[in-house]
């Protein structure tokens, strides 16, 4: 059974940087799509990019200015560095794995959700 | 702001049958498959629908989707009191190269 354990720090101060860190268990970090959502307090889903194994990465055009995805494959770990916050970041974010896998064959969709982290960002 | 749309809100009562429905474009649902998830409050989303409108194991075949050119919808049959949550759409975009979600709809069962 593959689990997603988020940690990261939960409060920052304008200006710094997000550093959150998602580390998988039960399954390797190979050969898959590691994805990073936010949800700002009672609004919708907001996806802001992904990882595949390989390090290429896609992210959402109005956050691309300040995002950088990594991971370490020796610790089955990625991480999401989001720049420059502003109250506007506030959201709890949520690490995913990007396919469903069955009878030996991977489909599009986050199947696999860390328990979210809730960010803050306030002077 | 979300590039696929959906009802703010659907209900229906105990064994009703609810759709939702999922409006984007050919960038999006018109060229690749849709996702549906369920979140219920203060938890992470649940997948609900992958590929060609397949279930996970463990989702209740009462739960189906389906798709038509740049609309999809999700149909949820025997309405069941635990079936009240959120509910968002979501697809790849070939325009943005990204992954968008829909505006989400949420379910109350009456």
């Known amino acids: 059974q593959v689990q997603l354990q988020q940690s990261g720090p939960g409060l920052l101060t304008p200006s710094e940087t997000l550093s959150l860190t998602c580390t998988v268990s039960?399954?390797?970090?190979?050969?898959?799509?590691w994805n990073w959502i936010r949800q700002p307090a009672g609004k919708g889903l907001e996806w802001i990019g992904r990882i595949y194994s390989s390090g290429a990465t896609s992210f959402n055009p109005s956050l691309k200015s300040r995002v950088i995805m990594s991971l370490d494959t020796s610790k089955n770990q990625f991480s999401l560095k989001l720049s420059s916050v502003t109250a506007a970041d506030t959201a709890v974010y949520y690490c995913?794995?990007?396919?469903?896998?069955?009878?030996?064959?991977?489909?599009?969709?986050?199947?696999?959700w860390g328990q979210g982290a809730q960010v803050t960002v306030s002077s | 702001q979300s590039v696929l749309t959906q009802p703010p809100s659907a209900s229906g009562t105990p064994g009703q049958r609810v759709t939702i429905s999922c409006s984007g474009s050919s960038s999006n649902i018109g060229s690749n498959t849709v996702n549906w998830y369920q979140q219920l409050p203060g938890t992470a989303p649940k997948l609900l629908i992958y590929g060609l409108n397949q279930r996970p194991s463990g989702v209740p075949e009462r739960l189906s989707g389906s798709k038509s050119g740049t609309s999809a919808s999700l149909a949820i049959s025997g309405l069941q009191s635990e079936d009240e949550a959120e509910y968002y759409c979501a697809a790849w975009d070939d325009s943005l190269d990204g992954y968008v979600f829909g505006t989400g709809t949420t379910v109350t069962v009456l």
């Open positions: 995913a794995r990007g396919e469903y896998c069955t009878s030996g064959r991977c489909y599009a969709g986050l199947a696999y």
């Open positions: 039960g399954g390797s970090i190979s050969d898959h799509y």
